[in-house]
């Protein structure tokens, strides 16, 4: 329920991801690009061939304070001119962002050209795309590097201030038609504010996830109980260290978002 497409910045095209997904048995899976959703028409395609469910999804970045909140959209409307007119004006913001980050490792004598960057093969550019271009520049021995001691939040060259608060992405999921849930909460460090983002409408919250242990699956369990908020799981694979698939829910996962796009 969280895979990523060379689109963004996974490593496997729409129709590879799917024949992925045959190849580890999966019913359905859900590829939700950074701030895109332009692989999803290839993937819909390839799911006849390969007799794999995709869910149109998406991962929407915002952020508010210090805070980064990613938030997956499950079953949007992915025709919608308004929404993909919305997406073009995000990922512009994603190429601002990555020239800022550029300079900025420019002035730690980290010299990496945006043309580089632009030619790694992906549509939606982000900080995975630098740290591909620095591990080619050498300047870095693995990707993990990049984000721990450069372009991670509150590293020299990280640069932060998402477009979007919380509040704006979950709207915009939900006019699209979509089911909002956070992703890797973990990450977000931020329990205190499920109360007010319920209240703005999330629906539902990723316990399940590659970089969550045991504890960790068991906590965010519990807050979805508490909450009363719908549990989805993912490997959040990227064609890399993790593989699709490595991450498996069942299948009443994804009945359960249906039926919340059924309420309306």
């Not at 689109?7 to 939700?32: H, N, T």
């Not at 979950?170 to 931020?190: D, S």
């Not at 539902?204 to 109980?225: C, F, M, N, P």
């Amino acid at each position: 329920m969280h895979v990523h497409t060379r689109v963004s910045d996974g490593m496997s095209a729409p129709e590879e991801v799917v024949e992925q997904a045959k190849r580890a048995g999966l019913k359905a899976v859900c590829i939700v690009d950074h701030d895109s959703i332009g692989a999803v028409e290839q993937a819909l395609w390839a799911s006849q061939n390969y007799g794999v469910e995709v869910i149109p999804s998406i991962e929407l970045s915002s952020q508010i304070g210090d805070k980064e909140f990613h938030i997956l959209g499950y079953f949007v409307d992915w025709r919608a001119k308004w929404f993909r007119d919305k997406l073009v004006e995000l990922q512009e913001d994603r190429r601002e962002r990555v020239k800022k980050m550029i300079d900025k490792l420019a002035g730690l004598g980290v010299k990496i050209p945006y043309n580089l960057v632009i030619s790694i093969d992906g549509g939606v550019i982000g900080r995975p795309h630098i740290a591909m271009a620095m591990l080619d520049r050498g300047y870095i021995k693995t990707m993990q590097e990049a984000f721990d001691k450069y372009i991670g939040h509150g590293k020299p060259a990280y640069v932060g201030r998402y477009p979007l608060t919380p509040a704006e992405a979950l709207e915009i999921i939900h006019r699209a038609g979509g089911v909002p849930v956070l992703a890797h909460p973990v990450f977000a460090r931020a329990d205190h504010m499920l109360p007010e983002l319920v209240e703005q409408g999330l629906r539902g919250i990723e316990v399940y996830h590659s970089r969550h242990d045991a504890s960790t699956t068991k906590h965010y369990k519990q807050l979805a109980k508490k909450y009363g908020l719908l549990i989805t799981g993912g490997s959040d694979s990227h064609g890399r260290e993790v593989s699709v698939g490595s991450v498996r829910v069942p299948y009443s996962f994804i009945e359960n978002l249906k039926k919340e796009v059924a309420k309306g």
